[in-house]
């Protein structure tokens, strides 16, 4: 079953033109990846696809809903989560306040002024379960920004997956990591993906190609190629692309 | 530098200590006011502006939206209260809710303009406002006297039942203020506990990963900018009957400095009592000061920037540093809940 599909996606900033023609397809409970070389727009079509950006032209469905043009908030709320690539956490709160204020659950309770944010044992509960998933469980009481740089990333993670999403995305969840937390991540990733239906940016090549079920390259704007990690690598045009190295 | 987020997010009792201590200070201050050398109008004035800087902080520090405009609501209360004694019926509660209700509709009407935008955008935008407001009040003759302002505001009579007290003396008037006041401020404590006042403060660390965990940010910054107009609308029209009378210098860009100042000095940015020491300290170093020299607000001022660059988080800032190296450190977060 398609889970998400974008179609023709453009967008245009001023005169720049930074997504062409974007066509994508995620089936569900799959990883999908995207790669590209730098500038070639992956970022921006995360943003778009998670309605950060509106497209110019281009349809996005998300499980037969029609999502182009809706705000991010509702967006999220139908249960697409992201991470970003420059960390965006919630700095003066501490790690399990980060993974609470994602909770659905948090935030709708968030009209009620008779509560106390840490009161509710269910909820705080479910944010130690969340950081637990991400290996962050003892450091829930301390603050985010005390977190080393690799913790910060799987935080980045856990936020986004306390919002119970139904489709992850995560863009470049590898940066600026080790080779040892890189291969956490990997390990992290397979967990993940019995749940949820996954698409990630990523740079490291033998990390998208050990993990992505597709792969999107992502050129110009535009999808230049399309298939299954062996798939591929057979192709003599990504070959002559940036993957050359690891191919 | 600590921050608001520090100060654990407490259900629960509002009867902590700092509460406590407030709450004495507000009951007690007729009884010694006279006796430190002081006198009773300036409890009134304090008062009002405790309640005038507390709502400011709930969308400045709690939400970090730096509107330098503020002084607006406050003067849209000040004559709503008093346009309402005169040109509709003399009335305490008339003339408050007038208060309320004219500076909320000016907040939300703003604040719609405002919520798309932050940084200083929002604040160039908030300055913008208030100088329209100023202008309208100097230059509308007919509603609002222009420079001169409305004169001759009765404070009414505060009619309980068959019970009727004249508020035309200092002591009783500060009684009244001293009570709203108290219920405004356990209103306020009551909402940046719950969970609101986190995702407030989640807004102010991190806009666009709130929007992306599905929180509508700009009805959020909407409903700080509203919320914290409605409070500047009820102490305006607790000042308009205060001063018995309403003029364009109370929404000036002046007044909107203070507030920010008073703010800023308290530590509004690391507690929520920040503010009641930010506005008491003012209004001491303006009477103590005023008394020594003419030029006590460069003092004054002085002391503003001596504080926001050593001490960027206050007074209460301050205090808790100070508490914290006194006390021995807690093995376990006080945030901690037992048994999760």
Redesign the interface.
Same mark, same amino acid.
């Given at each position: 079953m398609v889970l998400f599909q974008a179609q023709g996606i453009q967008k245009r900033f001023g005169a720049r033109v930074v997504l062409e023609n974007i066509s994508l397809s995620i089936e569900a409970g799959t990883v999908h990846g995207i790669m590209g070389p730098n500038g070639a727009g992956k970022t921006t079509c995360f943003h778009v696809l998670?309605g950060?950006h509106a497209p110019d032209a281009g349809r996005i469905v998300f499980d037969g809903q029609d999502i182009t043009g809706l705000?991010?908030?509702i967006i999220?709320?139908l249960g697409i989560?992201?991470s970003?690539q420059l960390m965006?956490?919630?700095?003066?709160?501490?790690v399990i306040?980060n993974v609470?204020?994602?909770l #659905?659950a948090?935030?709708k309770? *968030?009209? &009620? #002024?008779?509560?106390?944010?840490? *009161?509710d &044992?269910r909820l705080?509960?479910a944010a130690?379960a969340v950081l637990d998933q991400v290996g962050l469980a003892d450091r829930a009481?301390h603050k985010s920004k005390d977190l080393s740089y690799g913790e910060r990333r799987a935080l980045e993670i856990a936020?986004a997956l306390?919002?119970e999403p139904r489709i992850l995305f995560l863009d470049e969840p590898t940066a600026g990591l080790g080779a040892k937390g890189t291969q956490a991540l990997a390990q992290l990733i397979r967990q993940l993906r019995r749940q949820y239906t996954i698409c990630l940016i990523e740079h490291d090549m033998r990390f998208l190609f050990e993990l992505a079920d597709r792969i999107s390259v992502i050129h110009w704007g535009q999808v230049i190629a399309e298939g299954t990690p062996a798939a591929l690598q057979a192709n003599k045009w990504v070959a002559r692309s940036a993957l050359g190295a690891v191919a | 530098m600590i921050?608001?987020?520090?100060i654990?997010?407490?259900?629960?009792t509002p009867f902590t200590l700092p509460m406590g201590l407030f709450a004495a200070v507000l009951a007690t201050a007729p009884f010694w006011l006279q006796w430190v050398g002081l006198y009773q109008y300036l409890g009134v004035e304090i008062a009002i502006w405790i309640l005038f800087a507390m709502g400011f902080n709930l969308l400045f520090g709690y939400t970090g939206l730096h509107s330098f405009g503020h002084g607006a609501y406050l003067g849209i209360g000040a004559y709503g209260f008093g346009l309402f004694q005169k040109s509709v019926e003399v009335s305490l509660w008339g003339g408050l809710l007038a208060a309320i209700l004219a500076a909320t509709v000016a907040g939300a009407i703003v604040g719609a303009f405002l919520s798309h935008r932050r940084g200083i955008y929002y604040a160039l935008l908030t300055i913008g406002f208030g100088q329209v407001f100023w202008f309208t009040a100097m230059k509308l003759h007919w509603l609002t006297g222009g420079e001169d302002g409305l004169l001759n505001i009765p404070r009414p009579d505060l009619v309980i039942g068959s019970w009727r007290i004249s508020l035309n003396d200092n002591t009783a008037f500060y009684w009244f203020v001293a009570v709203i006041t108290a219920v405004a401020v356990l209103l306020m404590w009551?909402?940046v506990?719950?969970?609101?006042?986190?995702?407030l403060?989640?807004i102010r660390?991190?806009e666009?990963?709130?929007?992306?965990?599905?929180?509508?940010?700009w009805r959020w910054k909407w409903l700080a900018f509203t919320v914290s107009a409605a409070f500047a609308g009820l102490a305006g029209g607790l000042f308009a009957m205060a001063q018995q009378s309403a003029y364009p210098d109370v929404m000036s860009l002046h007044q909107s400095g203070v507030i920010v100042m008073m703010v800023l000095v308290g530590g509004g940015l690391v507690s929520f009592w920040g503010p009641v020491l930010g506005v008491v300290l003012y209004f001491i170093a303006r009477d103590v000061l005023g008394g020594l020299t003419e030029a006590w607000l460069l003092w004054y001022g002085l002391i503003f920037v001596i504080m926001v660059m050593v001490r960027p988080e206050g007074l209460a800032g301050l205090l808790h540093t100070t508490a914290q190296r006194t006390a021995p450190p807690a093995a376990v977060?006080a945030?901690?809940?037992e048994a999760?």
């Open positions: 998670t950060h705000k991010p908030h999220a709320r989560s992201r970003f965006n956490l919630f700095d003066d709160a501490v306040e609470m204020l994602a #659905p948090f935030r309770m *968030g009209s &009620s #002024p008779f509560r106390a944010t840490f *009161g &044992s705080t509960k130690l009481w936020v306390a919002a | 921050t608001l987020s520090d654990p997010a407490r259900g629960g009551r909402v506990n719950a969970p609101v006042g986190r995702i403060q989640a660390q991190n666009t990963r709130a929007r992306f965990v599905g929180y509508d940010v977060p945030t901690k809940p999760v």
